[in-house]
């Protein structure tokens, strides 16, 4: 079970937004401006699509955007597009023993 | 260009051990944080092992006693040995590099399989 909450699918159709969520305590997600999101394509390794909660690295589009409220972290894709259809994981910094804490992952569908 | 390439994945037997490799290129393993990522089936992702640039080590209880990241600066590579391999131990392992004070995962290998099964 993972530390982070995400829900485990989303959906939209081609130019929509959606919006993944990702639920974490006092410890983690709240306590340190270190969320970062990471996009999945099957058989690949992850991607770094935003990190420090609302930073893009450098060939990311600006499609993809992150907030942060108290304990939650999100991420917007907007005007979805087909190759958007990955599982998308939210993690966070935690410090102490923990370290590092990720979501379980949520896979993203385009219609 | 950034490159990280893992190797030695494979099928081993219960309390066997494996040694697994990240080939690194386009900047230094000794001047950035490295770390062990893996991800079971079905699951999440999970940190198994950090080698932070001054080569101090960090591992979680599920691995610790067991498993030992390590690099070799000449091939610019870092291992990972992972004795007393359990079922659990089974997942897709990458490896990442976080630049020192960056916080995040910037670049991450394709992964490499291990499967623990008699």
């Known amino acids: 079970q993972s530390v982070l909450t995400q829900p485990r699918s989303v959906s939209g159709s081609p130019g929509q937004s959606v919006i993944i969520s990702c639920s974490g305590t006092?410890?983690?997600?709240?306590?340190?401006?270190?969320v970062s999101w990471y996009q999945q394509h099957p058989g690949k390794g992850p991607k770094l699509i935003i990190y420090?909660?609302?930073k893009w690295p450098s060939g990311v589009p600006d499609r993809f955007s992150g907030s942060k409220s108290g304990n939650t972290a999100s991420l917007t894709i907007s005007g979805l597009q087909a190759q958007d259809e990955a599982d998308y994981y939210c993690c966070s910094y935690a410090g102490g023993y923990s370290r590092w804490v990720f979501g379980g992952g949520t896979k993203l569908t385009v219609l | 260009e950034v490159q990280l390439v893992e190797s030695g994945g494979g099928l081993v037997q219960p309390g066997g051990s494996l040694r697994l490799s990240c080939a690194a290129s386009?900047?230094?393993?000794?001047?950035?944080?490295m770390y062990w990522v893996r991800q079971a089936p079905d699951r999440g992702l999970e940190w198994v092992s950090i080698?932070?640039?001054?080569?101090?080590?960090y591992y979680p209880d599920s691995v610790k006693g067991r498993f030992t990241i390590s690099r070799d600066t000449s091939k610019n590579t870092v291992y990972l040995q992972m004795n007393s391999l359990r079922g659990d131990d089974t997942a897709v392992y990458y490896c990442a590099r976080e630049v020192p004070h960056a916080v995040h995962f910037d670049y991450w290998g394709h992964g490499t399989l291990v499967t623990v099964s008699s």
């Open positions: 006092s410890s983690d997600v709240g306590a340190f401006n270190s």
């Open positions: 080698l932070y640039s001054d080569g101090t080590t």
């Open positions: 386009g900047f230094t393993v000794s001047g950035n944080h």
């Open positions: 420090d909660v609302t």
